[in-house]
């Protein structure tokens, strides 16, 4: 802390500071979709996910080491597998891009299941986590008849992606908005992919601002978990 005409003036956390870089790739990325995209977008994508990466590790080292109880790992396996999704075209251009984003992303979301159960929890599932299970059955019913034969793998995908959002809701709030904005994320690219007749020209630069948005804050949330915090009960 230090002081301004008298007045105290709180520094930033030094595990916060790591996050600087994250924040301004995304922040170059996500302009540059919405200028129309060019040959930048996919580096600065690809970028994303190692930065926050070492945003993590920054983290980790000026925390408490009970402070996520083994949980470093899982948090750093799911990035590690968005970061395959995030660039499933370019690493495997041999293969079908949008079934190996589906498996990859499938693959983050069960370690952040794993991780907001295991590690992360505080609380019981509340009631309005309901609210995740009226959205998978809302956008199945209208997608369904538009993915034609990745019909069931949506479907499976999905249901993972709300199994993330609801174990969330056992989390500190960083993590809940983070999953929620994941949620909405891959909500919209979902129109975006399925029904693109409906998605303003805006649509991708929503599609990224919302999935580092959550991302971030779910790495926020897990470094800024409360140390030696058990679970208050189980669902």
Not at 70 to 83: D, I, K, M, Q
Not at 188 to 209: C, N, Q, R, Y
Not at 214 to 225: D, E, N, P, R, V
Request: glycine residues 12%.
């Amino acid at each position: 802390m230090s002081f301004v005409g008298g007045a105290p003036v709180r520094r930033a956390s030094p595990q916060w500071r790591g996050f600087v870089p994250f924040a301004a790739i995304s922040a170059v990325h996500v302009a540059i979709l919405l200028a129309g995209g060019g040959p930048l977008a996919q580096p600065t994508k690809l970028l994303l996910m190692p930065a926050l990466a070492l945003a993590v590790v920054w983290g980790i080292g000026s925390i408490s080491r009970q402070q996520l109880r083994g949980g470093p790992g899982l948090l750093l396996l799911a990035l590690l597998f968005s970061w395959l999704g995030d660039g499933a075209g370019t690493f495997f251009p041999f293969a079908p891009t949008l079934p190996l984003m589906l498996a990859f992303f499938g693959v983050a979301h069960l370690c952040y299941m794993r991780l907001f159960w295991r590690r992360l929890a505080l609380r019981r599932i509340p009631w309005w986590a309901l609210i995740y299970s009226a959205w998978y059955v809302g956008l199945l019913w209208f997608m369904w008849p538009r993915t034609g034969s990745l019909a069931p793998a949506v479907a499976v995908y999905g249901v993972v992606l709300a199994g993330t959002a609801v174990l969330s809701t056992r989390c500190n709030p960083l993590v809940v908005w983070g999953a929620a904005l994941f949620l909405a994320s891959d909500s919209i690219l979902s129109f975006t992919l399925f029904a693109p007749e409906l998605m303003p020209g805006f649509a991708k630069g929503a599609v990224m601002a919302t999935y580092t948005a959550g991302q971030g804050l779910i790495a926020a949330g897990a470094l800024a978990h409360p140390a030696g915090r058990r679970r208050r009960t189980s669902p």
